[in-house]
């Protein structure tokens, strides 16, 4: 199964709460922490939604 490293670039703050909960959620701490997920369609929902704060690699 295909993987997705995903990378938190941008702060959290003065965001919405969904929006924190998410990154909380994915497992995200600080800007630059990054963590490795499987690829399916929850994942792939959750970095929909805050795409415009996260940086995705695919990793094989």
């Known amino acids: 199964m295909a993987q997705v490293k995903i990378t938190l670039v941008h702060s959290v703050a003065h965001r919405e709460p969904r929006q924190r909960a998410i990154v909380k959620a994915l497992g995200l701490g600080r800007v630059g922490s990054s963590v490795i ?24």
């Open 37 to 60: 997920k499987p690829d399916n369609a929850a994942i792939r929902g959750a970095i929909f939604k805050i795409a415009h704060l996260l940086s995705i690699e695919e990793v094989k």
